[in-house]
Structure formats: structure tokens, C-alpha cells
């Protein structure tokens, strides 16, 4: 549903997502401004063509590259609110980026900040609670938490940043025992349109404290957050990869056999078109394979190997470790690439996974096909991740059973070719398609209409008034924006 569908919503002017539409709403900047803006900031200041711009803006997903007016590398929230102050002032919008992992499109035209410089990190073991300013990657947080016994709610990936993905939701491979990483968020500090700097959390400012967390990037740059660590005692974990042409006994045993599991495990399947590298072992290069992914957070491991042994039988294994680990290991479950890569890609949810979905999966994307998609995943959600946060937050996803999310390679030669197979998959999964998304997962999107469509409607109506009041100038209109 869209949101011209929705008639008692209010109607609020939002950005279009086109790059020549951004680009013409940037004034020429004189050099003296620029300069003025360099006085007020501890971090480096790039304008259009300066040597260093390129570079200071990168992305790892390469298949989208920066060019904004402006880049302002922030070393901390006065840096933050200095550069948003200068670029209303500049008539800019403002764009940001930590580590570049999930860019949804070309920053044209924008002041973009980069974060990356701010650090700071400070774990509290007794209160079991860790501060991370923007720049932290989730690695340094599960390395810093393992010693206490701590972890946070990472992803597939420890070589994200903790906040962009934590505004976005936050699955990960403990988020069916204890839910999204934004549920156990406790205060968010923010630079807001006004260039005000603001420290939230349920008791202040509660409405931005909702909406931020999920709201991803609308509201405002996220300068640091607080949220609560999960004492984790033993974990059992990893990944398994099967021949490929085992994929259809693979996923219809897993489409029954997932729903059957404690919250204590969550698991995901993938169907992964390996390239042929000498750096991959050798049983995986040039393959076609099903790729099974398993995380069980319990004490009792024989339990684990019970829970764990119909799916080792399902197919022929080709490679793959599951035992004991820890929480700072937890890369190893998805194994998902470290190096920067271009790719595309774009999710939704199920609301089952029934045999004749996995049937339209594998036709659509099987094993048999040749096609340029790198993968097609199912992972598992319920459990917590169906439950409200105990402080309510405007994640959505929770009607979900399953995520499916289709990736294919970034590059120029394909770039109408893989947006088409992999909206393909996922248009012929339509009648199995849950009412919400979840906001990390989106992928490609077309405008802030698909973005908003993501949010059950009453959640979406209260976003999108809450951004008229605090942001009604668009100014932070890039990623995902309502």
C-alpha cells in the first residue's frame, strides 16, 4: 500500500530519490564559505574537486560512489552540529556515512559528514551497558564486551557500524532469544535539523526516542548511543555448505524443520553462487552451494547437535564447522565478505514459508538457473523478534516468519539485468509477502513511498508527522527516507 492510499494521513512533501533532481537543489558554494566552515570544525573539510574528496567519501559497497558539495569529516557531535548548521544555512541537505556498507544511492549535491573518525567506545560491566559514538564498528564492541562475559546485538557482520544498523532494527544471530539490537537501545544522543545537539531516551524527549529507533536516519545524525549488553555464557555456532543439487531437499526440510526450534536458535539457509578464487577452499570454488547458517545460545551443546543433526542429513556436505565458539567469532556463522564489493540487493518478508514457496524460490532462483545472483537467503525470525520492545520503538518487521533477501553483483554490465531477477524472485514470493519490512533489508528502493510502506500504518502516520515537526525543511531526505 502506498501512502496515497492512505486518505486520513496527512500529506507531507517529501525528496524525490532521483540524483539530477538532488543535484540541481545545490547552490554553488563560494570558497570563502567553504573556509568559514573548516574554522568551525576539528575534522578535514572537502569541497567539489579538492583532492582527498574521493577518498574521504568511499563506500564498501562500491557500486555507489558519493559526489557530494561538501564533505565534512567529523571527529565528534560538535563537528556534527556545526556542519548541519552551515548546511541549512547553505541551503544543502545533509547526508551521513560511517562505514558505506549500506548506501542506497548517490549523495548528489549533499554536505555529507562521515563519521568514521568518532571512536569512542566505553563498555560498563556492571551495568551491562555500552556507549559508541557513530564511527565504531560492531567488532570493537564484541572484542571489548567478551571480556566481561557481554555481547552486543551484531549482525551477520561484525565490520558494520553499530549505529546505522541499530537505527535500522538489527537482526542478528541472538535476535530470536533476545529481539533487534534497537530494542535494547537506552539513550540516543542526536544532532537534529536546528543543529541542536540533544541526549534521548524514554524519560526525554520519549516521541524522538520511539521514532529514531527504527526510523533509521530521518530525524536527524546519531552521534553516539547506549544500549544493553547481553550476558552470553555459551554459544554454539557456525556454518555448513551443501551441494547445490541437494538445494530442494534442503529447503523444504528447512521450511519445517526452522518453525520447530527453541528461541534459543536462530538459523538462516542460502542458495550461493561461489565465484572461482584461489583464496576459497578449494571444495567451494566455482560452486553452487546451500549454505546453512546456525547459532544456538545455550549451555547444553549435545542439545545443540540433537537440534542441528535432521538438517547435517538433508544433503551431502561439501565443508563446514559448527561447535562451540565465541561471541567475538560470530563472523564465522554467515561468513559474509570482509573486502569492499558492489553489489545490489533487496528484501522482504514471509509471512510463512510454505512448500509452495520454497518451490517458487528454487525456480526462481535455484541452483539449476543461470543467473547472476550471488544469493538468495531465508532466515528465521520469531521468537523475540514477534514481541514488542519493553520500551516501544518503531522498528517494524515483527509480523514476519521469514526474511528473504536476493543479492547480485553491482557493476555496470548488469545493471539492469540483476535489479530485474532478483525483483523477479521476490515479486513471484508476493502472495506469501508478511504487511511490514524491515527497514535494513529494504535494499533498492524506489522512493520515500516504498520506504514508508515498510511501517504498519499507524507507525507510519506517527513517523511521518514527527518528521514534519522536527525536520519539515527535508534536510536529511538520503538513505531511507519517509
Same mark, same amino acid.
Given at each position: 500500500?502506498?501512502? !496515497?492510499? =492512505?486518505?486520513? /494521513?496527512?500529506?507531507?512533501?517529501?525528496?524525490?530519490?532521483?540524483?539530477?533532481?538532488?543535484?540541481?537543489?545545490?547552490?554553488?558554494?563560494?570558497?570563502?564559505?567553504?573556509?568559514?566552515?573548516?574554522?568551525?570544525?576539528?575534522?578535514?573539510?572537502?569541497?567539489?574537486?579538492?583532492?582527498?574528496?574521493?577518498?574521504?567519501?568511499?563506500?564498501?559497497?562500491?557500486?555507489?560512489?558519493?559526489?557530494?558539495?561538501?564533505?565534512?569529516?567529523?571527529?565528534?557531535?560538535?563537528?556534527?552540529?556545526?556542519?548541519?548548521?552551515?548546511?541549512?544555512?547553505?541551503?544543502?541537505?545533509?547526508?551521513?556515512?560511517?562505514?558505506?556498507?549500506?548506501?542506497?544511492?548517490?549523495?548528489?549535491?549533499?554536505?555529507?559528514?562521515?563519521?568514521?573518525?568518532? %571512536?569512542?567506545?566505553?563498555?560498563?560491566?556492571?551495568?551491562? &551497558?555500552?556507549?559508541?559514538?557513530?564511527?565504531?564498528?560492531?567488532?570493537?564492541?564484541?572484542?571489548?564486551?567478551?571480556?566481561?562475559?557481554?555481547?552486543?546485538?551484531?549482525?551477520?557482520?561484525?565490520?558494520?557500524?553499530?549505529?546505522?544498523?541499530?537505527?535500522?532494527?538489527?537482526?542478528?544471530?541472538?535476535?530470536?532469544?533476545?529481539?533487534?539490537?534497537?530494542?535494547?537501545?537506552? *539513550?540516543? /544522543?542526536?544532532? !537534529?535539523?536546528?543543529?541542536?545537539?540533544?541526549?534521548?531516551?524514554?524519560?526525554?524527549?520519549?516521541?524522538?526516542?520511539?521514532?529514531?529507533?527504527?526510523?533509521?536516519?530521518?530525524?536527524?545524525?546519531?552521534?553516539?548511543?547506549?544500549?544493553?549488553?547481553?550476558?552470553?555464557?555459551?554459544?554454539?555456532?557456525?556454518?555448513?555448505?551443501?551441494?547445490?543439487?541437494?538445494?530442494?531437499?534442503?529447503?523444504?526440510?528447512?521450511?519445517?524443520?526452522?518453525?520447530?526450534? @527453541?528461541?534459543?536458535?536462530?538459523?538462516?539457509?542460502?542458495?550461493?553462487? &561461489?565465484?572461482?578464487?584461489?583464496?576459497?577452499?578449494?571444495?567451494?570454488?566455482? %560452486?553452487?552451494?546451500?549454505?546453512?547458517?546456525?547459532?544456538?545460545?545455550?549451555?547444553?551443546? *549435545?542439545?545443540?547437535?540433537?537440534?542441528?543433526?535432521?538438517?547435517?542429513?538433508?544433503?551431502? &556436505?561439501?565443508?563446514?564447522?559448527?561447535?562451540?565458539?565465541?561471541?567475538?567469532?560470530?563472523?564465522?556463522?554467515?561468513?559474509?565478505?570482509?573486502?569492499?564489493?558492489?553489489?545490489?540487493?533487496? $528484501?522482504?518478508?514471509?509471512?510463512?514459508?510454505?512448500?509452495?514457496?520454497?518451490?517458487?524460490?528454487?525456480?526462481?532462483?535455484?541452483?539449476?538457473?543461470?543467473?547472476?545472483? &550471488?544469493?538468495? /537467503?531465508?532466515?528465521?525470525?520469531?521468537? *523475540?523478534?514477534?514481541?514488542?520492545?519493553?520500551?516501544?520503538?518503531?522498528?517494524?518487521?515483527?509480523?514476519?516468519?521469514?526474511?528473504?533477501?536476493?543479492?547480485?553483483?553491482?557493476? @555496470?554490465?548488469?545493471?539492469?539485468?540483476?535489479?530485474?531477477?532478483?525483483?523477479?524472485?521476490?515479486?513471484?514470493?508476493?502472495?506469501?509477502?508478511?504487511?511490514?519490512?524491515?527497514?535494513?533489508? =529494504?535494499?533498492?528502493?524506489? $522512493?520515500?513511498?516504498?520506504?514508508?510502506?515498510?511501517?504498519? @500504518?499507524?507507525?507510519?502516520?506517527?513517523?511521518? /508527522?514527527?518528521?514534519?515537526?522536527?525536520?519539515?525543511?527535508?534536510?536529511?531526505?538520503?538513505?531511507?527516507?519517509?
Amino acid at each position: 500500500m502506498s501512502l !496515497t492510499e =492512505l486518505h486520513d /494521513e496527512p500529506e507531507f512533501t517529501s525528496v524525490a530519490f532521483e540524483d539530477d533532481v538532488l543535484d540541481t537543489l545545490a547552490p554553488a558554494i563560494p570558497a570563502a564559505d567553504v573556509d568559514d566552515l573548516r574554522s568551525q570544525v576539528h575534522g578535514p573539510v572537502y569541497a567539489a574537486g579538492d583532492d582527498g574528496l574521493a577518498t574521504e567519501v568511499d563506500t564498501w559497497n562500491i557500486a555507489i560512489q558519493h559526489t557530494p558539495a561538501v564533505a565534512v569529516g567529523a571527529t565528534c557531535a560538535a563537528d556534527v552540529a556545526a556542519a548541519v548548521s552551515w548546511a541549512v544555512a547553505h541551503d544543502l541537505r545533509v547526508a551521513v556515512q560511517a562505514t558505506g556498507h549500506g548506501p542506497v544511492r548517490n549523495a548528489a549535491g549533499s554536505l555529507m559528514i562521515t563519521t568514521r573518525r568518532m %571512536q569512542g567506545l566505553h563498555i560498563d560491566p556492571d551495568r551491562r &551497558i555500552a556507549r559508541v559514538e557513530a564511527g565504531v564498528r560492531w567488532i570493537r564492541v564484541m572484542e571489548a564486551a567478551a571480556e566481561f562475559g557481554l555481547a552486543g546485538l551484531c549482525g551477520s557482520s561484525s565490520d558494520v557500524g553499530v549505529v546505522g544498523y541499530t537505527l535500522g532494527g538489527g537482526m542478528g544471530s541472538l535476535g530470536r532469544l533476545h529481539g533487534f539490537a534497537a530494542d535494547h537501545v537506552t *539513550a540516543v /544522543e542526536i544532532v !537534529t535539523a536546528d543543529g541542536r545537539m540533544h541526549r534521548i531516551c524514554a524519560d526525554s524527549e520519549p516521541e524522538l526516542f520511539w521514532a529514531v529507533r527504527g526510523g533509521k536516519g530521518n530525524f536527524g545524525i546519531v552521534t553516539a548511543l547506549e544500549f544493553e549488553l547481553i550476558p552470553v555464557t555459551s554459544l554454539f555456532g557456525g556454518g555448513i555448505f551443501f551441494d547445490g543439487d541437494d538445494a530442494p531437499a534442503l529447503l523444504h526440510r528447512f521450511r519445517q524443520w526452522a518453525p520447530m526450534l @527453541p528461541e534459543e536458535v536462530s538459523t538462516s539457509i542460502a542458495i550461493l553462487r &561461489i565465484p572461482d578464487m584461489e583464496e576459497l577452499p578449494p571444495p567451494l570454488r566455482g %560452486q553452487t552451494a546451500v549454505h546453512l547458517r546456525f547459532a544456538y545460545a545455550g549451555d547444553d551443546h *549435545a542439545e545443540a547437535e540433537r537440534l542441528l543433526s535432521p538438517m547435517k542429513a538433508a544433503g551431502t &556436505i561439501l565443508l563446514g564447522f559448527v561447535g562451540p565458539m565465541r561471541t567475538d567469532e560470530m563472523d564465522g556463522i554467515h561468513m559474509d565478505p570482509k573486502e569492499p564489493m558492489p553489489g545490489w540487493e533487496k $528484501g522482504m518478508l514471509l509471512s510463512e514459508l510454505t512448500e509452495d514457496a520454497v518451490d517458487v524460490l528454487l525456480a526462481t532462483a535455484g541452483p539449476q538457473l543461470d543467473i547472476p545472483l &550471488i544469493m538468495a /537467503e531465508v532466515r528465521l525470525m520469531g521468537g *523475540a523478534l514477534s514481541r514488542p520492545a519493553k520500551v516501544p520503538n518503531a522498528v517494524p518487521g515483527r509480523s514476519g516468519a521469514f526474511s528473504v533477501l536476493v543479492l547480485g553483483p553491482g557493476i @555496470p554490465e548488469l545493471a539492469q539485468v540483476v535489479p530485474a531477477i532478483g525483483r523477479g524472485v521476490l515479486a513471484a514470493l508476493a502472495p506469501w509477502k508478511a504487511p511490514e519490512s524491515m527497514i535494513n533489508f =529494504l535494499g533498492d528502493v524506489s $522512493g520515500p513511498d516504498e520506504v514508508a510502506a515498510a511501517y504498519p @500504518p499507524a507507525t507510519r502516520q506517527r513517523l511521518r /508527522e514527527l518528521k514534519h515537526g522536527v525536520d519539515p525543511g527535508g534536510v536529511f531526505t538520503f538513505g531511507y527516507a519517509l
